[in-house]
C-alpha cells in the first residue's frame, strides 16, 4: 500500500482514515525510516530535559491525583499509566522546553508532539519498533500536510498550530492501536470537533501554556481513538462539511494536500530539527550574530546595535513590547531581543540561558535595547521557501558588520548530524540518566526496527535513583 483514493461522495477523513490503517513498515521508504529514529532519539532527548523543568512537575503531581494505572510509561517517573494522561505527560516533556522539531510551511508545527501518541498508544496495544516507525512517519505526515492546506496558515487568523495537531493526533493513536478505518475516521472527528486552541497562548506575555496546548492535544487524540475503539461516533465531515474545519477556517483551503501522493513522497524527510531551543524564527537570527560575535571577537560593551531584518510575523510576534522585558523562559524563549541579547552576552543560546537567574542577568539585561527588529517585505515574498535574515552589527567605534542567513542550522538544507543530534540527547540527559543508559536508548533507536517491544525502550527512559 503506497497511496491513497478518494470516492467523489466520501469525506476526506475516510480517505485520510482507510490510508493510516492501510499502512505497514514495509510501506515506508528508507530514508523516511531514518528520518523517524532520528527524530525519535531528538525527542526522547528532549523529553529527559524536559523531565526536570517544573511546568512538567506539576502536570506530574496533578496526574498523581487524577490518572490510572495503565499499560503506558511515563518519561522520567517509569510509573505505568492510562495511554492517554502518558501521552500527556510525555508529549509535555517534549515540548516544554521548546527545542523539538520543527516544521513550517502555510502554518508552523512540531510534529514529534505527535510521538507520545505513538508511544503509549503502541504500548497499550504491544506493538514493537516496527510499529512506532509507522505511528511517527504517519504523524508527521498528516501534521506537515495539514500545515500546508490553508491559504493563509491559521496561524495567520489567530489560531494556534495545536488546533491541527487535534486532527493528525487520532490518525496516529488509531492506527497504533490498530483500529479499523471508520473507527479512525470517528476519532478524527471526536478529537478535531472539540479542540481548537487560540493564538493567544503565543501572543505578547507568555505562560506554561505555550508548551502545553500541544500535548494536549494529542492526548485529545488518544482519548478520541479510545472512544473511538469502544464505538463511539464524531462527525465524518469535521474538515470538509458544514461548519467544518475548511468552512470555519476561511478563506482558502487546498483540501487535496491532505491526501494527494499519499506513500509518494515522505513529509517526515522535510522536517526540521532545532539547534537552539527558542521559537524557530529565532535560529537564523541567533545563527548569524553567533557568527558575527565570534568571528570578530566582539564583546558585548562594544555592540552599539543589533538591526535585524525579517519576517511581519517574526517582527510582530518575536519583538513585540513584552519581549523586550523577559520574565518567564516562556516569554525568553520567543523573545528575539532576548536570544539576541544572550548569543551577545554568552556566546551561545542553549538551555543555560534559560533559568530563571539567567533571564535577569544584568549583562544580558543592559543588550536587550540594543535589538532593532524591522519587518522586511521583500524577505516576505520568499517565505515559507527560504527564512531569509538580515543582521547587521553596529560597533560602539563605527564599525558595521552585516550576515544574511536563508536558512539555520537544523533546516533539512543544513541539518543536524546523527553526531550533533547524539550529542543534543547526551547534553539534554545529563543529570537525569548515566551514559550506560544513554548508550542503550541510542542503540535501541538506531536499530529500532529490531526491537521486539516498544516498552522495551519506555523502560530505559526511567530517571536514575527513581523507584
Not at 525519535?40 to 512538567?56: E, I, K, N, R, T
Not at 492546506?149 to 494556534?160: C, Y
Not at 518575536?318 to 541579547?341: F, G, M, W
Not at 551577545?344 to 530563571?356: E, L, N, S
Amino acid at each position: 500500500m503506497t497511496t491513497a483514493t478518494a470516492t467523489k461522495t466520501e469525506k476526506i477523513t475516510a480517505t485520510m482514515a482507510r490510508w493510516a490503517a492501510g499502512l505497514r513498515y514495509e510501506d515506508i521508504a528508507p530514508d523516511a525510516v531514518r528520518e523517524a529514529k532520528r527524530f525519535l532519539l531528538d525527542s526522547l532527548g528532549c523529553a529527559l530535559g524536559g523531565y526536570l523543568q517544573h511546568d512538567v512537575k506539576l502536570v506530574l503531581a496533578v496526574l498523581d491525583e487524577t490518572a490510572g494505572f495503565g499499560p503506558a510509561t511515563v518519561i522520567g517517573t517509569g510509573k505505568r499509566l492510562d495511554a492517554v494522561s502518558a501521552s500527556l505527560a510525555n508529549a509535555l516533556m517534549v515540548r516544554v522546553m521548546d527545542y523539538n522539531d520543527i516544521y513550517w510551511k502555510q502554518d508552523p508545527s512540531h510534529p514529534s508532539d505527535l510521538i507520545p501518541a505513538a508511544l503509549a498508544c503502541c504500548e497499550r496495544h504491544g506493538g514493537d519498533g516496527r510499529e512506532l516507525i509507522v505511528g511517527i512517519a504517519l504523524g508527521h505526515e498528516f501534521e506537515q500536510r495539514l500545515c500546508e492546506a490553508a491559504f493563509p496558515g491559521i496561524r495567520e487568523r489567530g489560531w494556534h498550530h495545536a488546533t491541527l495537531t487535534a486532527f493528525a493526533a487520532p490518525l496516529v493513536a488509531g492506527r497504533c492501536l490498530h483500529l479499523a478505518p471508520e473507527q479512525i475516521q470517528h476519532a478524527v472527528g471526536i478529537s478535531g470537533s472539540r479542540h481548537c486552541t487560540l493564538g493567544a497562548v503565543t501572543a505578547g506575555k507568555l505562560t506554561m501554556m505555550k508548551n502545553t496546548v500541544d500535548p494536549l492535544a494529542t492526548q485529545s487524540g488518544v482519548l478520541a481513538a479510545l472512544l473511538a475503539e469502544r464505538g463511539y461516533t464524531g462527525p465524518e465531515h469535521v474538515i470538509d462539511g458544514k461548519e467544518g474545519l475548511a468552512h470555519c477556517f476561511g478563506p482558502e483551503w487546498k483540501l487535496g494536500v491532505l491526501t494527494e501522493g499519499l506513500g509518494e513522497r515522505w513529509r517526515i524527510t522535510g522536517c526540521g530539527m532545532k539547534a537552539f531551543p527558542t521559537e524557530a524564527l529565532t535560529h537564523a537570527p541567533i545563527s548569524a550574530v553567533l557568527e558575527i560575535v565570534k568571528s570578530h571577537d566582539l564583546k558585548p560593551e562594544q555592540v552599539a546595535e543589533v538591526h535585524i531584518r525579517s519576517l511581519h510575523r517574526a517582527a510582530d510576534i518575536l519583538a513585540d513590547p513584552t519581549k523586550y522585558d523577559p520574565r518567564s523562559k516562556e516569554t525568553a524563549d520567543h523573545s528575539l531581543p532576548y536570544v539576541i541579547a544572550a548569543a551577545i552576552a554568552d556566546r551561545a543560546v542553549t538551555p543555560a540561558q534559560f533559568t530563571p537567574a539567567k533571564i535577569m542577568d544584568p549583562v544580558i539585561r543592559e543588550q536587550l535595547h540594543k535589538v532593532k527588529v524591522v519587518a522586511d517585505p521583500e524577505i516576505e515574498k520568499l517565505f515559507p521557501a527560504l527564512q531569509r535574515v538580515v543582521v547587521a552589527i553596529t560597533t560602539s567605534d563605527g564599525r558595521r558588520f552585516e550576515k544574511q542567513l536563508d536558512y539555520p542550522k537544523g533546516d533539512p538544507r543544513n541539518p543536524l548530524s546523527d553526531e550533533e543530534i547524539e550529542e543534543k540527547f547526551a547534553a539534554l540527559a545529563e543529570g537525569v540518566i548515566g551514559p550506560e543508559r544513554q548508550r542503550r536508548i541510542r542503540d535501541a533507536v538506531w536499530n529500532l526496527e529490531k526491537l521486539g517491544s516498544v516498552t522495551e525502550l519506555m523502560t530505559l527512559m526511567k530517571a536514575d535513583g527513581t523507584r
